[in-house]
């Protein structure tokens, strides 16, 4: 099990994930072109990040590849993804990744806004911006497959949108399929998994001393069919403010106890504010009547 301070694309394990961020590795310098695989890690849970990966390698230098051992990262155990994401950092003129964690925040805040950036768009522009950003480092790339759920053919016609020149394969069980993409797979898999087990609370900078912190580090796996996770969040609802930031507020799990069990809110927005000041000042409809008409609540002439 790879520890926080020894993965890479964790820049400081010791302060709290606040905001969404891009990792890549040194840029490989063997001749291209190169192929790249996409995959994911977290789309599921309640708490946490969601990770997406990329991996990349010439075209050249995929039959050692193939021989590295990647595969989906969910088949292999902790320690396997943790040696496997050494042996992708192993050969950097040949192999390279790159994470874009998404923070639980962002997520939220992208799903609760109107109108709503749905997670398969926060997905979809995840995915673009990590192939733009490797393109900009100057890597040449012929193919790039990329694991999906869903509908994939519209997926495809937009990545192909955005990167004409490049053949892009879309399709469920990608990390199966392609060594490439069982490589991406690894890397986000494993930048998760240190996020989760090292999580430090944002909130406990508010606090004096950290072990009287109401929320317990043994999180679960995040996951909300994993009765750690059930019991952890069940356990760290505050009535009145809810959950701390590694819960996906926007999440039917977190918004089901907080329905339930939370204090109720009657929310005002600034439109709904100044129009009671305003009828409380006498301004607005009231401005002008005189105080009989006021008392008789008479707004018009045809009222009478």
Same mark, same amino acid.
């Given at each position: 099990m790879a520890d926080a301070c020894t993965v890479p694309s964790i820049p400081d394990p010791t302060a709290p994930l606040v905001a969404s961020y891009t990792y890549h590795s040194p840029t490989p310098t063997a001749k291209g072109p190169y192929i790249l695989g996409v995959d994911e890690a977290g789309r599921g849970p309640v708490l946490g990040?969601?990770?997406?990966?990329?991996?990349?390698?010439?075209?050249?230098?995929?039959?050692?590849?193939?021989?590295?051992?990647?595969?989906?990262?969910?088949?292999?155990?902790?320690?396997?993804? =943790?040696? $496997?994401?050494?042996?992708?950092? &192993? #050969? /950097?003129?040949?192999? *390279? +990744?790159?994470?874009?964690?998404?923070?639980?925040?962002?997520?939220?805040?992208?799903?609760?806004?109107?109108?709503?950036?749905?997670?398969?768009?926060?997905?979809?522009?995840?995915?673009?911006?990590?192939?733009?950003?490797?393109?900009?480092a100057g890597i040449e790339l012929s193919d790039v497959f990329v694991d999906a759920l869903g509908a994939t053919g519209p997926y495809q016609q937009l990545l192909s949108s955005h990167f004409p020149g490049i053949n892009f394969t879309v399709t469920p069980k990608a990390d199966s399929k392609f060594k490439i993409v069982g490589a991406a797979s690894v890397a986000a898999k494993v930048t998760r998994d240190a996020w989760i087990e090292g999580w430090?609370?944002?909130?406990?900078?508010?606090?004096?001393?950290?072990?009287?912190?109401?929320?317990? =580090?043994? $999180?679960?796996?995040?996951?909300? &069919? #994993? /009765?750690?996770?059930? *019991? +952890?969040?069940?356990?760290?609802?505050?009535?009145?403010?809810?959950?701390?930031?590694?819960?996906?507020?926007?999440?039917?799990?977190?918004?089901?106890?907080?329905?339930?069990?939370?204090?109720?809110?009657?929310?005002?927005?600034?439109?709904?504010?100044?129009?009671?000041?305003?009828?409380?000042?006498?301004?607005?409809?009231?401005k002008d009547r005189c105080n009989v008409a006021k008392d008789l609540c008479l707004r018009s002439v045809g009222t009478l």
């Open positions: 990040p969601l990770v997406y990966g990329v991996a990349y390698c010439p075209v050249s230098y995929e039959e050692e590849l193939n021989g590295l051992g990647f595969a989906d990262s969910k088949t292999l155990t902790a320690g396997t993804r =943790s040696s $496997l994401l050494n042996s992708l950092s &192993s #050969d /950097p003129a040949n192999l *390279a +990744w790159s994470v874009r964690v998404l923070s639980p925040q962002d997520i939220s805040s992208g799903m609760l806004r109107r109108p709503p950036v749905n997670l398969n768009k926060q997905s979809q522009d995840a995915t673009i911006l990590l192939i733009r950003e490797v393109i900009a430090t609370f944002e909130e406990a900078a508010h606090v004096a001393d950290e072990e009287e912190l109401p929320w317990s =580090s043994l $999180l679960g796996s995040g996951y909300p &069919s #994993d /009765p750690k996770t059930q *019991a +952890w969040i069940k356990a760290s609802m505050d009535r009145t403010f809810g959950f701390p930031s590694v819960v996906r507020f926007s999440w039917g799990t977190a918004k089901t106890i907080l329905e339930k069990d939370a204090h109720p809110v009657d929310w005002i927005d600034d439109g709904q504010a100044s129009l009671m000041n305003a009828f409380e000042s006498g301004v607005g409809r009231d």
